[in-house]
């Protein structure tokens, strides 16, 4: 399972994935789908996307990763979790499958989406890739179009160490003859996907500028707002949509699809932000915005293993105080060396044994609640940690 254990789990091979959709009955050739790529903002763009299709009368399946709270939030239906039912009956199902064949989480759960959205006969799916793209298990789909949001420094000890070998991962989500949408990405590795498209004879286009209001925040949010309107402006005869019901998906987002963990806001009084923002690009764009805030910032970080903090700790605005913890997953990053890595930058801070100790601690560092904030993030682990608390009332805020 590669979001918890890391790389030992990633399996660089679209076989188990083709085999068991074959004895699936081939699931993901009975719906049509949008495939959604990049570094960062392929989470938001595929919500949006969703949220449009949705606002428009359509039957939308969705499939995302990770989940941050509850399993089934890969795998929703017009912006609702698909039942624990369909998740147990379907795994007991393929139990046969599963011994025959060992498949990874990830294989298995690709394969799920694509049953339940063939079974609930969508009338789109918007399939985000896991990883890459050229051999994620989302990519034996042939959708009506692709998009490509962004391309960063992540994952390099599997998608490559450049810029342009990262890009050309991704770009093996194009098909032939399939439009091709890309978002704000360098001209190196922009270079890379537009080769890909010229090969692959796929039409090619950049984002939309566009000033529609959102419920999203973060100014990153108008380059995937950006690819999913130009996606839908492609589709109009495939799945027609009107500009008002645009409008009104993008002004609620959040309410129609449920997304979470995206310059979320968990307080007022002190205003507490978290972000799954977790690599440079990512890290990146959050500091543009928590500059933007022009507060006084208390931070509660935790990182994976394997990330390359010399690459983001000097993204970070300076902060008032800084509390680090582990993330409640395998691949978590020990406090204690995540405090070293800071005081390498000399900067001091406080290791915590758990999410809620770091937050209370956090908390108590807040003299002026209107002109100091505190941030949350780091990892999607440490927001899954911070919502699974807030989801059971344990957070105290």
Known sequence: MYQRVGIVAYKKDLTNTLKLCEALGNPQNSFKSIHVAGTNGKGS????????????????????????????????????????????????GIAPL?????????????????????????????????????????NIITPLACIITSIGYDHMDMLGDTLEL?????????????????????????????????????????????????DLSGNYQVWNIGCAVKTASLLQKALPTTVDKIKFALQNVKQLTHLWGRWQQLSAEPLIICDVGHNEEGFRLISEQLRAADKHIHYVLGFVKDKDLSAIIPLIPKGSSYHFVKPTVIRGMDAELTKQHFNEYNINGTAHQNISAAINAALQSVVNKETEMIFIGGSNFVVADVLALKEANQLAL
């Open 166 to 214: 990262i890009a050309a991962e991704k770009a093996g989500i194009i098909k032939e003859g399939v439009p091709i949408v890309y978002g704000n990405i360098e001209a190196g590795p922009l270079s890379v996907i537009k080769n890909t498209a010229v090969a692959k004879n796929a039409p090619i286009y950049c984002f939309n500028e566009s000033n529609y209001t959102t």
């Open 98 to 138: 599963i011994e025959e064949i060992q498949p990874s989480f990830f294989e298995i759960t690709v394969a799920m989406a694509f049953a339940y959205f063939a079974e609930q006969q969508v009338d789109i799916a918007i399939i985000e890739t896991g990883l890459g793209g050229r051999l994620d298990s989302t």
């Open 45 to 92: 763009t595929t919500h949006i996307l969703s949220a449009i299709y949705q606002a428009n009368g359509y039957k939308v399946g969705l499939y995302t990763s990770p989940h941050l709270v509850d399993f089934r939030e890969r795998i929703k239906l017009n912006g609702e979790m698909c039942s624990k039912e369909f998740v147990v009956t379907f795994t007991q």
